[in-house]
C-alpha cells in the first residue's frame, strides 16, 4: 500500500521496512495490483520437492 500511497519506491520502502531485497517488494506489488489482498496471503502449499522423492 505504501508504494500505491507513492510513499516511495521499491528500495526505499524495502528500506524503510527493513527488507533485504527490493525484488521481494516488486514482487509483492505486482501481486497485489493482480490479486488486491489475496495475492498478499501466504500460501501453507509446499512447493519444494527434495529431488529423492522421485528417484
Same mark, same amino acid.
Given at each position: ?7 516511495? $519506491? %521499491? ?15 516488486k514482487t509483492w506489488h505486482k501481486s497485489y495490483k493482480e490479486f488486491a489482498d489475496d $495475492? ?8 519444494? %520437492?527434495?529431488?529423492?522423492? %522421485?528417484?
Open positions: 500500500m505504501a508504494y500505491e500511497n507513492q510513499e516511495g $519506491g %521499491y528500495e526505499s520502502l524495502a528500506k524503510k521496512y527493513g527488507i533485504p531485497s527490493l525484488t521481494t517488494v $495475492g498478499l496471503v501466504r500460501s501453507r502449499e509446499n512447493k519444494s %520437492y527434495p529431488f529423492d522423492r %522421485y528417484h
